[in-house]
Every structure is written in C-alpha cells, then in structure tokens.
C-alpha cells in the first residue's frame, strides 16, 4: 500500500517514513529540501534497508500536485509533514507561512476529493491550546487565540479539513497535536538537523555541550513554576513517529468512530527546563554552561498533554523517558559532529 509523505526529509517525517516502512508501507516523499537534505534518504535506507521514492518539489506548484497525484494514482494514504514551523520566523514573514503552510494543505485536499478513498493524517500541534486553563490538556481544551502566525497556520489547518471531511466523506482524516518531540532514532543514522542558531531547546542543549555554542541560555525563572521555569512535554520522536502509524491504521481500517478526529500526543508528563538540564547533565555525564536570562516573547508557562483519548482509541502510548529521549538526542550531535 503507498503511503504519500510530504515533508518526509525532514525530523518528524523522516522517523515517521521508517515507522511506515517497517510496517511494510511503500512510501512516496515530497519535499523541497528547504530545511532537509536528500541525505536523509541515505539514513533512511540504512536503517530499514528499503527504498522509497522522492521527488522533489516545492507544494506551492499546484500544477506538480495534479501531476503527481496522476501518476501516483494509487496513493491510500497522506501523513502531510510539509510546512513552514519557526515560531519567530512566522511573525516576521506571516504571508510566507500563510501561503506554505495553508495553501498546500489545500491543493493536497484538492486532490483527495476526486479519489473514492483517502486518508489523511495532519501534522497539529498544541500550540493551539496556547496557554490552557487546565492541565493535563484534553483536546476539549479550547483553541485560543494563536500567538503566532505559525500557530495560526495549524488553526487554519484543523478547521479546513475539518470543513471538508464534511463534505468529502471519502476523505477521512486525524490532526494529531505534537508536544515537543525531542530525540532521534536510537540507530543515530537520522535525527535533527536544525539550520543556522536552533530555536527549539534541546538542539541548542546538545550543541552548547559538543562546543557548538558557548551558553545556554534559559528563558526565564519566575514562572509559577516548581523551579521558576517553563513545563513542557518533551516526547521522544521515534514515539511520535509511532502515534503516525496506528492513526494511518485506525483510518485504513475504517476504525474512525467520525470522518475528522484529534489526538494529543505527548508523554503525559511535563518537565522544566531546568529539569531537561539535570536530565542531559545525567545522560551525557557532563556539566551544561548555562545562565539564566530574560524570558522569551510568546512562551507560555505550562503544557503537557492528557493522553487518555490517544491511549484508548489508537492503543498508542509513549515508551521512552526523558532520559532516553535526551540521550539519542546526545548521541545523534555526537554523531554528526564526529
Ligand atoms: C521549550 C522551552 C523555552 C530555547 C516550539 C513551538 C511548537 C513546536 C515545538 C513546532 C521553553 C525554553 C528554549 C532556549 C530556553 N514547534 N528554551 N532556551 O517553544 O515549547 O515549542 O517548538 O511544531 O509549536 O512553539 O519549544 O524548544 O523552543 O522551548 O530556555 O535556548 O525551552 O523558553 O520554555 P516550544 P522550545
């Protein structure tokens, strides 16, 4: 069965389409390579020993869309990675992330409609949630107001295939809310690859501790926190990965209970930063050159999922410990370092 992945060179993606692969999916890439390379193919190989088929291009081209949706008439299944995700980046350039991260969903969505069946996984993200009022957060949290265009974009996205499932019952479809996936696959031949100063913590972690950066900075100790700092749930990406899989099957196999549904996917448990720091410290058996500084514009105190709808409907939950999560992550730098 052919699987579509678009954005599947990426870090998510490309955990997600060895996943597919050793369930016996044949997978279908689309990507532009704009934060990717098509090395990872090489990695992917390497730890699965089957091949996929790529193609290259950009999904704004919706003449290329219809095209490859001709000759690949035969795809089942869409897991759409594909989009724009820098949250600062996405204030200062909202018409790029609005016209990346939206207008490909729908020129996606476009050809679904024509076929007799599809189904359709989307890459969400609690940022939705914003700050929620209550934690654990269920997904009858409400979405609040995005803080960020990139937010917005997912926002967007929920509700337009929520809006066409409606009308396209051949289209069936899940949005799964991603926490912070954090990690590599435990064979160090794919990982993250952040361009340029990483913006997300733990990649700026790993490369404080290989020498690549100076200092960590940590964004703020006066939160209403346990120790001062932001809570989040870091989940391993091969778990993440996972969740992609049992939801492609759950609409495969027409075990939907509707045409649009959401899952949370997280740990379930929520870590401070200072917390992540003692954890890395631990795991790589080294000290953190890090100081306190000002808090960061648009962060929220706290979030980690409720992850009982997950657990319950798609028999799914996450394995690794923060511990396991932070030492691939650890030994994916190491690896691309040496
Ligand atoms: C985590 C915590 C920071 C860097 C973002 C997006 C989200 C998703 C994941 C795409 C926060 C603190 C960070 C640093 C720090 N992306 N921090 N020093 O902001 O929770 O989520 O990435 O889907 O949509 O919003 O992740 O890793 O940037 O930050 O102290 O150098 O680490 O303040 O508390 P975040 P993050």
């Known amino acids: 069965m052919k699987i579509l992945v678009t954005g ?13 692969q050793n369930k016996g999916y044949e997978v279908v890439i689309i990507d532009n390579c704009s934060n990717s390379s098509p ?44 989009a724009s995700k820098a949250v600062g980046e996405s204030v200062e350039k909202p018409l790029l992330y609005y016209e990346n991260n939206v207008s490909t969903l729908v020129y996606i969505l476009q050809q679904l409609a024509d076929k007799t069946s599809a189904s359709f996984i989307f890459s969400s993200s609690c940022t939705v ?12 949290a409400p979405v609040k107001v995005a803080e960020s265009p990139y ?17 396209y019952p051949a289209i069936k479809a899940i949005a799964l809310r991603y926490f912070n996936p954090i990690g590599a696959h435990p064979s160090a031949e794919i990982g993250e690859l952040p361009i340029g100063v990483p913006q997300n913590l733990i990649p700026f972690i790993t490369q404080t501790a290989i020498g690549l950066r100076e200092q960590l900075s940590v964004f703020g100790d006066d939160y209403p926190t346990t ?16 969740a992609h899989v049992v939801a492609l099957q759950r609409l495969l196999e027409g ?22 720091i003692q954890s890395f410290e631990k795991v790589s058996d080294q000290k953190l050159n890090y100081k306190i500084a000002e808090k960061r514009e648009g962060d929220i105190t706290a979030a980690y999922a409720d992850t009982t709808k997950a657990n319950n409907e798609l028999g799914w939950s996450a394995k690794s410990s923060l511990d396991d999560s932070l030492s691939s992550a650890w030994k994916w730098e190491q690896k691309i370092r040496s």
């Open 129 to 140: 949630y914003g700050q929620a009022d209550e934690l654990p957060i269920t997904e009858d």
């Open 151 to 167: 937010g917005n974009t997912k926002q967007i996205g929920e509700e337009i295939i929520r809006d066409t499932c409606k009308v």
């Open 227 to 242: 120790d001062g700092t932001c809570i989040r749930d870091y989940i391993h990406v091969v778990d993440l990965a996972k």
């Open 255 to 276: 075990k939907n209970t509707s045409n649009y549904e959401v899952f949370n996917v997280g740990t379930g448990t929520g870590s401070s930063v200072l917390e992540v």
């Open 8 to 20: 599947g060179l990426g870090f998510i993606g490309s955990h997600t389409v060895v996943e597919l």
């Open 39 to 82: 090395d990872v193919i090489k990695g992917i190989r390497n730890i699965t020993g089957k091949d996929l088929i790529f193609e290259k291009f950009d999904l704004r081209e919706k003449d290329k869309i219809k095209e490859f949706f001709k000759r690949h008439n035969d795809i089942e299944g869409v897991i759409h990675f594909a």
